[in-house]
Each structure stands twice: as C-alpha cells, then as structure tokens.
C-alpha cells in the first residue's frame, strides 16, 4: 500500500489531520491499535481553545460543535469563600466552548467515514522504517496478518506510549519533565453543573474544579494523594471532600449524585525536542504532556496539527518545503508558552507536600494580585483562550 500521508494515531489529533488533508486533496491513511468503540469510551478534556474550534471549522466539522458547544465568556477562581470571574471576552476579546473530546473524536470519525476515508484498527506491532530517507515506510500486523504501508510523510499522533518518539534516536532527542507531587481524582455524574462557568477552586484541602460536558452532565476534579487508589474514594467521600474545597455558596448548591466514571490521573510536565526527525513528525501526546490545569493537552495537540496540516498543504500545493521544515520550531515555540501556563496556574492552584507557610503567603498573595489587577487576568485570559497560531 501507499499514501502521501500515514498518520499513526486514530485520536482526535490524528482524525483531525487527515480530514484537514482530504479537504485539500491530500490521501492519508490512519493507523490505530484500539478499536474505534475503545477510542470513544476515553473519557478526556471538554474545553476547546478557539484556535481548535477555528480547525474543526476549516475541516468541515463543526456542525454538532456549534449546536451543542457551549460559549464561556470567563472562568471563576477562588480560594477559601473568595471568589472572583475572569471575564475572557472583556480581557482577550475571544472565548472558549465546551465540548467534550469524546464528541469531537465522534464527529471527526463520522466525517472520515463519510470521505471514505482510510482508518485501520486494531494495528500491532507498527515498526517506522527510513523516516530519515527519501522513502518512509510503515509495517504492521492485523489480525495476524503483516501489512506494509510506503508513504511521503509520518505524523506521529500516538500518544506519550506510542512508537513514534522512540523512534527519534536516543542521541537526537532531548526530554525535559517535571512530575507532580499529587494526582488528580475525577468523576463524572449525571447531575446538572453546579455553575454556568468551570470553578478553579485552591483551598485549604487542595485543589478542586468544577467543570462539565453539557446541562446535564458534569466532571468534577479533586487533587489526592499519588498513593490514592479509585476504591479509596467513594461517592459520598467524594463529594464531601468537594464540597469542603470550594466556596460555601456553590456548595450549598452543588446536586449530587451516582459517579458514572471515576478514575485518577497523575500530573506531569514533558517535552521532547525536536519534533521532527527526517519525516517523521510528532503531534500531541508524542511530544508533550501539560497538567491538565489550564485545559491545554488537546488544544497544544491542535497546535501542532495547525503547523504540520500547513507545512504540508504548503508543500503538497506549492511545492514549498518551508512549512515542514520550519515545523519542530514554530511548533515548540507555542508548546513551551502553553508549558509555562499550565506550570504557573497548576502552581497556583495546588497544595504541594514540601510547601512552607511562606509558600503559602505567596499563592494567596498572588491569587489576590490576579483577582485585583486587570493586567494579570488579560494575561491570564489571553492564554487560557488560546494563544495565537
């Protein structure tokens, strides 16, 4: 087989550039070890930067994302019973929706199904071959079967685990990571939010945030011990615990009710430079991790995908090499700035265990700065909608 573009990785990064790309005429084919159901059962982010909206827009995807999204305007922080908005309009003159991974992931699978376009599942034993030659090719198996696939290009969308990083040779590529002490607890529950907008809430008991997938559904976070495990917490303890870490008002109005899915994350900070190698490219999870924080993971994804999907149309229509050459710059430009927002607000917002009454004095010192300076909420509102591309 052959394709100008084999895409490893059948996540929402991955679906979304190869749709781009069939909107140009540009043949690619998707590689995926999951099944398409294990793919939509992942549970992920639901906010979605502008720049990711604008994507899903350009890529003919946007219909359910328009009808069912919805629009926020700002965000409410807090600390004990303080609680103040950021108002992302006023400040960056744009928004954010909310719109769960899953849907996109939906979407973008039933538009490739509609192109026809070409998804294998269940892939196993991937081998990237001659990424640094003029004639890439891909082997893999299904069913027991070896497959080989020869194409232009590889866009490596497989996630922190995948092939497409070690492939980059040891000598090449440079890690840097930073790993938190703490994870983070989540439920999701078929309860209405407890507020139109997400709460980032710091308090004395950690962290907590109040977010949601739509009016009748809403994801809860609480910061726990790395040691923790699921069955620790039950969904009463939950929303106890919730309940204690964000202001008196919201709880007194939080609805509870049964969890319908509950898992724990651990937090880090990764990045591996560069992020291309010959004509292999890294996207998304391949490349960096963020904490989950500032809503970032998904969006820096798309950010990627926003300089590759132009280096090639670029190349593909103009004969232009500049757009690819230039991708592991531009790309790791935006990626440290998004890097260093999810570092700050997660900074801000937790409680760590080496912490000092003095480091205390400073999270509140600054959370108060942030709630009483207009110049620290355009910053913050500036990146939390999104830099620009």
Request: proline share 4%; glycine share 8%; net charge negative.
């Amino acid at each position: 087989m052959k394709t100008q573009v084999c895409i490893i990785g059948g996540g929402p990064s991955g679906l979304l550039l190869s749709q781009l790309l069939h909107k140009r005429g540009i043949d690619s084919t998707v590689l995926e070890r999951q099944t398409k159901d294990y793919v939509l059962t992942r549970i992920r982010a639901g906010v979605l930067e502008r720049g990711f909206v604008a994507l899903m827009r350009e890529a003919g995807v946007v219909e359910r994302l328009d009808a069912e999204g919805f629009v926020h305007d700002g965000t409410l922080v807090s600390f004990g019973d303080t609680m103040f908005r950021v108002d992302f309009t006023k400040h960056a003159g744009h928004h954010v929706t909310v719109y769960g991974q899953t849907e996109v992931t939906r979407d973008l699978y039933a538009a490739r199904e509609a192109a026809n376009g070409k998804i294998e599942f269940n892939v196993e034993d991937v081998v990237i071959n001659g990424a640094d030659t003029d004639a890439p090719f891909i082997t893999y198996t299904v069913a027991g079967e070896e497959r080989r696939i020869a194409c232009d290009y590889i866009a490596g969308c497989d996630g922190f685990h995948g092939v497409s990083r070690p492939t980059i040779p040891a000598d090449v590529r440079k890690e840097y990571e930073k790993v938190y002490p703490f994870g983070w607890l989540g439920i999701l529950s078929k309860t209405p939010p407890v507020n139109h907008e997400l709460i980032y809430s710091r308090s004395e008991r950690g962290f907590a945030l109040c977010s949601m997938r739509n009016e009748n559904l809403s994801r809860y976070y609480i910061q726990c011990s790395l040691d923790d495990k699921v069955d620790d917490w039950s969904d009463e303890a939950f929303w106890d615990e919730l309940k204690r870490r964000i202001p008196r008002e919201q709880a007194d109005k939080l609805v509870t009710g049964p969890s319908i899915e509950k898992s724990i994350a651990p937090l880090r900070s990764f990045v591996t430079e560069p992020m291309r190698w010959g004509r292999l490219f890294l996207c998304g999870d391949a490349a960096h991790i963020v904490p989950p924080t500032g809503a970032k993971g998904l969006n820096t994804a798309a950010s990627d995908i926003h300089y590759l999907y132009n280096g090639l149309r670029q190349f593909y229509e103009d004969g232009s090499p500049e757009g690819l050459d230039t991708y592991s710059e531009k790309a790791l430009a935006r990626v440290w700035k998004t890097e260093r927002f999810s570092w700050w607000f997660s900074s801000l917002m937790h409680s760590f265990p080496d912490q000092t009454e003095f480091d205390v004095k400073m999270q509140i010192a600054e959370i108060e700065f942030l709630r009483t300076n207009e110049a620290a909420q355009k910053a913050m509102a500036e990146n939390y909608v999104g830099l620009p591309y």
